[in-house]
């Protein structure tokens, strides 16, 4: 029975190559007995058989799981792995079958070895071993720590990534790494050697005892993420029971003290505090309930005395956030048309007949929602102020919120777009679509029409403004 | 006053940063020191360094700049009206201290927030002078996580998302209301508006220029949030709206929920009360459901007349025990939305239900070995070999899961 010997280091290799040439000797998993660093094999066997590696194609998935599980320290797992890999010759599907119990079992120890080299990752307390005789200016820093399975090697280079600037050694069981001038290198693993104090750990003792909060006991929560297997190798351990001990206590006695006066200073410095900012008057607004749920209130924004007065429906997503008008995706899409229109943008005052965004969320997006004829209502309020301040010629009014905000007409464009009503207070209003209108229709010949329509409205309005219309 | 040593800063202010929920240290750009130019890295997914008997993870140096404050917010141990005990570090201080627990591989980064002295500019200049110390002069490649003051020059926090992986504004507690009678010289608008800039800021950084150069990153981590718990009166229904409210507007990566917890020299205005932990618990995984299942706010909140959550089980299983006409479900034939209301089957076990049974028809111990907790959800599917028979329309199902009466602690 061929007896495949594999070695303590870069064992993932060695499997991998034996592997592949067993799979091409076609010789059946029962057929194989594993050997690892000495240990496991038959002692009537035949000696180390070498083979020739061939060429394999397996799922990535295998592969993963198996560069993984060969740092396990269950003996069964070479034999395990190449099972799975006989089977997966036949069933190319199997690892997508999450419920096949070999698969299953190999994913358990997959997870054991993650979550080991996450521990290892979370749990190695360096100490300063001082600088080098050999006049190497890198800090040097040493660690003990017992893995449950073989990770050193697999772990090392997360340590190599996060400590590129100084030299390290971590010493556990089975295995040395050691970092020294940017060079991975391992040798055999040692008994617990003493390493010096270091005075940076009373520090980190500190702090370990201060962040913990004595109100708010949850042991089951620490000791299921930090099992007490790890806590002989770190240094922040040994408060644990005192600090248990003590908690109810330090609570208890936190509601049992008696309110203090407050420190003289603190009247003073409460009366030094500049007086909070009040919000601006429309800021402040609370007309309606739109007010509830928006960032902030967005004003109007254009000369003082415009001509041209552009009322859209409400603030969208963008404008909510920025505080300012027609800067979404409808904003830009008006800004090219009526460029495109001859409207010198700059001269034209733009606000919405609504100033807070409605909307309803969903997930990670807000959806816009119409404003109701109350919230029209309401709103108009802030509307006619700023037309009797910017006292335009003409207004343009786009969609249907703005139509009944500004002539009290709340009925649909499609019949009134192009024409020009007039204000209560004699203003004419001409009436065109909402460029968000266009964004939403999803019929391209349509949207490439009445986009026209608006451009067409946009020059009409640049036209009577030049008195030639 | 006799002048205070590290070792005494550091116990005075992080007792005083304890009380903000937050220690993740995950989602950001990967970085390396592999070239030996600098320290740290940072790979995606955080970790966790150590857990305090409190069972919170201590993933970074999470500490306050100075707990010297001029406001005066009721429920925090740093009001200017309580007497605890004030330190400041110096940012060489707060610099050294992060340098020393990264090399020893303590912490992932650091964590700095800070009670606002002179004025918000002025303490956030420090803050940013610290972020910037760290990243340039000591090429630190480690996680950092910058508590913005809302207040502070947009300058500032712009400086802040360009060193740190993330920022964060926390908007204390769950309604405006609550805000202007505990922390009356904060601004829930102003709050709010500085985390709609991070968010315009964030989505600039990602805009590429008509050259196709990329911008230098803003917070990549994203920004999050922390509200009180139990501090006011607000209900369960109205925590949940005002977080998906949060998330839907600002991209948050996360809102933190911490239950509100005694703090030494606690105001008459603000009685202590036992921290609600298992209701900062349900809040946590109702917020889960929201963001990853598909559940809406009405769904998870309409279980009880008084708008809170069922606290002696878990919000999933109270929907489903409330809804049992959608259930038993049939595994093999089930919808994903479907599949994610089932009690006890998490987002990877449908995942994994979904790929397997495309291959072969599933059974009983196929979902066992696939990790789903079948305690629960056997009363709510049928499999090949499996049927509840009467057991979901059962009158002591929910008995069945929630712990027995016990007697109220006198705590």
């Not at chain 1, 693993?189 to 962040?211: M, Q, S, V």
């Not at chain 1, 003289?264 to 007086?275: E, K, N, W």
């Not at chain 2, 001029?70 to 925090?76: F, N, P, S």
């Not at chain 2, 650091?110 to 000591?138: E, N």
Request: proline fraction near 8%.
């Amino acid at each position: 029975m061929p007896t495949i010997a594999l070695p303590m280091l870069h064992t993932d290799r060695a499997f991998r190559d034996a592997a592949r040439g067993l799979l091409g000797a076609g010789v059946p998993p029962d057929a194989v007995l594993w050997q690892f660093n000495g240990n496991g094999g038959d002692l009537f066997a035949d000696p180390p058989a070498t083979v020739a590696p061939t060429a394999v194609t397996v799922p990535r998935a295998f592969v993963d799981l198996m560069n993984r599980v060969v740092w396990h320290s269950d003996p069964q797992r070479f034999a395990r792995l190449y099972a799975l890999l006989w089977r997966l010759r036949v069933t190319p599907g199997l690892m997508t079958d999450r419920g096949d119990p070999a698969l299953a079992h190999l994913m358990r120890l997959d997870k054991d070895v993650r979550r080991d080299k996450h521990k290892m990752t979370a749990f190695v307390r360096f100490r300063d071993i001082g600088e080098s005789a050999d006049g190497n200016t890198r800090r040097r820093f040493a660690a003990w720590f017992e893995p449950s399975h073989c990770i050193t090697e697999p772990t090392a280079p997360f340590f190599a990534n996060r400590f590129g600037d100084m030299d390290w050694m971590i010493q556990t069981p089975h295995l040395t790494a050691h970092f020294e001038s940017g060079a991975l290198r391992f040798s055999p693993g040692a008994p617990k050697p003493p390493l010096p104090e270091d005075a940076t750990e009373d520090l980190w003792r500190t702090y370990y005892a201060n962040i913990f909060n004595p109100a708010r006991l949850k042991i089951k929560a620490m000791t299921a993420e930090m099992p007490k297997k790890y806590w002989k190798n770190l240094p922040e351990a040994e408060l644990i029971p005192g600090l248990i001990a003590n908690a109810e206590s330090r609570a208890r006695a936190m509601q049992a003290a008696a309110p203090t006066l407050p420190p003289l200073r603190s009247d003073r410095i409460i009366a030094r505090l500049p007086g909070q900012a009040t919000p601006d008057a429309l800021n402040g607004c609370t007309r309606c309930p739109l007010f509830a749920n928006a960032t902030q209130a967005v004003p109007g924004e254009g000369p003082d005395r415009a001509a041209l007065m552009i009322v859209g429906e409400q603030p969208g997503d963008h404008e909510d956030l920025a505080g300012r008008p027609f800067v979404g995706p409808a904003g830009q899409m008006f800004d090219r048309l009526a460029q495109e229109a001859g409207l010198a943008r700059d001269a034209v005052y733009v606000t919405n007949a609504v100033k807070h965004f409605k909307f309803t969320p969903q997930g990670k997006r807000r959806i816009h929602q119409r404003p109701d004829r109350p919230e029209i209502e309401a709103c108009k309020w802030w509307l006619d102020g700023e037309i009797a301040a910017v006292q335009p010629r003409l207004i343009v009014a786009m969609g249907a919120t703005a139509a009944y905000s500004l002539t009290g007409n709340g009925k649909t464009m499609t019949a009134r777009r192009g024409t020009i009503e007039t204000r209560r207070d004699g203003t004419p209003v001409l009436l065109t679509f909402h460029p968000s209108f266009l964004l939403r229709q999803p019929d391209a010949t349509r949207r490439a029409a009445d986009t026209a329509l608006l451009r067409g409205d946009l020059a009409l309005a640049a036209r009577w403004l030049a008195g030639t219309a | 006053m006799a002048k205070l040593g590290l070792q005494q800063k550091l116990a005075i202010l992080s007792d005083a940063a304890k009380y903000d929920a937050s220690c993740a240290s995950s989602g950001t750009s990967r970085r390396t020191s592999r070239d030996g130019t600098g320290l740290g890295s940072t790979t995606g997914s955080g970790i966790c360094h150590a857990y305090a008997p409190d069972g919170r993870c201590i993933s970074l140096l999470k500490i306050l700049m100075t707990n010297f404050c001029i406001y005066d917010c009721a429920y925090c141990i740093n009001r200017v009206s309580s007497n605890v005990e004030r330190a400041r570090f110096t940012p060489e201080e707060v610099v050294h201290l992060t340098l020393e627990f990264y090399r020893r591989n303590y912490i992932e980064g650091l964590f700095l927030s800070s009670g606002i002295i002179r004025s918000p500019d002025a303490t956030m200049a420090d803050m940013v002078r610290i972020a910037q110390i760290l990243r340039q002069t000591h090429n630190f490649r480690g996680y950092i996580h910058l508590k913005t003051i809302p207040d502070a020059d947009p300058l500032l926090i712009e400086q802040a998302g360009l060193f740190a992986d993330r920022i964060s504004i926390n908007v204390e507690l769950p309604t405006d209301a609550a805000v202007k009678s505990f922390a009356p010289e904060k601004s829930p608008d102003g709050i709010r508006r500085a985390m709609a800039d991070v968010r315009l800021r964030k989505e600039a950084s990602q805009d590429r220029s008509h050259t196709g150069k990329r911008p230098p990153k803003f917070a990549p981590a994203g920004q999050s949030t922390q509200m009180i718990i139990g501090a006011d009166n607000s209900t369960d229904a109205t925590i949940l709206g005002q977080s998906t409210r949060l998330y839907s507007s600002y991209q948050l990566k996360r809102v933190y929920y911490s239950a509100f917890s005694p703090i030494p020299d606690a105001t008459a205005k603000l009685p202590l009360i036992r921290p609600p932990l298992e209701r900062e618990h349900r809040l946590y995984q109702a917020d889960w459901l929201l963001r990853f299942y598909g559940f809406g706010v009405d769904e998870i909140t309409a279980g009880r007349p008084d708008g809170n959550l069922d606290l002696a089980i878990d919000p999933k299983l109270a929907w489903a025990l409330a809804n049992r006409h959608h259930f038993p479900l049939e595994v093999n034939r089930a919808s994903r939305e479907m599949l994610l209301r089932v009690p006890g089957f998490g987002t990877k076990t449908v995942q994994r239900i979904l790929t397997t049974r495309r291959h072969r028809s599933l059974r009983y111990d196929d979902l066992l070995r696939m990790g789903a907790l079948m305690g629960k959800a056997r009363a709510f599917v049928t499999l090949t070999d499996w049927s509840p028979r009467a057991l979901t329309d059962s009158a002591d199902l929910r008995a069945r899961f929630a712990p027995p009466p016990e007697q109220l602690s006198l705590f």
